[in-house]
């Protein structure tokens, strides 16, 4: 409670989420142009201007032909165009730009098999629920299941907390909205 200003001021704690990033780049001063060919590797190797290391195993498993891939908060666009057998993946520059080391990478159409719930995630969240938050943000929740699990949490450490469910990616829309579309009706019906 504010006593200054006679409100209650709820905490909202964001959990992180599964995050993809650019390895460190060899090369300074990187731009990528229209057109070009960049290689995602997940094996250690000097990022430069043909190829770049991914901060994550799972991707070349989950992505496929024709996905788009987004670097720099969607300020470079990369379109994938062939999954090799040694596990990098070919992309074509669709929208090109500057790159530099630890950019972020997001993959708005592709089923990625991270959990939602980081190791990270789950060491923040104790130090959340220690200290009372109000509310948890949960990050790229695809399923139900995600905040299913996360409430289980909560309840294990008899707290009280909220969820927030963040839907960032259209995999969730497309799995939740059924269920969405039933809470509703039930909520239409008793409250009609």
Do not use: C, Y
Request: charged share 30%.
């Amino acid at each position: 409670m504010n006593t200054k200003l006679k409100t209650h001021v709820a905490i909202l704690f964001d959990l992180q989420g599964p995050k993809i990033r650019i390895g460190d780049l060899e090369e300074k001063d990187i731009v990528l142009k229209n057109g070009d060919e960049l290689l995602l590797n997940h094996r250690e190797v000097p990022g430069t201007s043909k190829e770049v290391l991914l901060s994550i195993l799972t991707f070349f498993n989950d992505v496929n032909v024709g996905d788009m891939v987004l670097v720099d908060d969607g300020k470079i666009e990369l379109k994938v165009m062939e999954v090799m057998a040694d596990e990098r993946v070919k992309t074509k520059v669709i929208h090109g730009g500057p790159l530099s080391s630890r950019k972020g990478v997001n993959l708005p159409n592709t089923i990625i098999s991270l959990p939602s719930l980081t190791a990270k995630d789950r060491k923040d969240l104790d130090f959340a629920l220690a200290n009372n938050v109000e509310w948890i943000g949960l990050s790229f929740v695809r399923k139900p299941e995600d905040v299913i699990e996360l409430k289980n949490i909560i309840k294990e450490a008899n707290s009280r907390t909220k969820v927030i469910a963040k839907i960032e990616k259209p995999e969730a829309v497309k799995i939740l909205m059924p269920s969405l579309q039933s809470v509703m009706a039930l909520w239409l019906h008793v409250v009609i």
